[in-house]
């Protein structure tokens, strides 16, 4: 059974996931993952110029702890660990594909 929302706790709710997602370089990190892929941290790294070392090993930190993104350290030299969406990140891609859509919506709807 859904939980019934009254305005406020809707809106509440809404800055809660809104936070979980805060920070410069979450949502390309999560675009990376999308349609199941697996990404090595040096992958990403390459594929998101101008992030630092630091910043990407936050962010991915920041999103491993909230459950979004699941980490897997196989133990040979040099480290490698790979990262990919955990179901409930990967159920999060109909929701930012929905926001995408919604916002191309105003440069097409005529101005009131």
């Known amino acids: 059974m859904r939980k019934l929302y009254t305005p406020a706790s809707a809106a509440v709710g809404v800055e809660d996931v809104f936070r979980l997602l805060e920070g410069r370089w979450k949502l390309i990190i999560l675009f990376h993952l999308f349609d199941g892929k697996v990404q090595r941290y040096s ?14 090993a936050q962010q991915l930190r920041q999103l491993e702890a909230d459950g ?19 179901e409930w990140g990967q159920a999060l891609c109909p929701a930012l594909d929905a926001m995408l859509t919604w916002g191309e919506q105003r440069k097409v709807l005529p101005a009131a």
């Open 43 to 56: 992958d990403l790294e390459k594929l998101i110029p101008g992030i630092s070392q630091k910043m990407l």
């Open 68 to 86: 979004i993104v699941s980490r897997k350290l196989y133990p040979q030299v040099p480290p490698k660990v790979e990262y990919r969406l955990t």
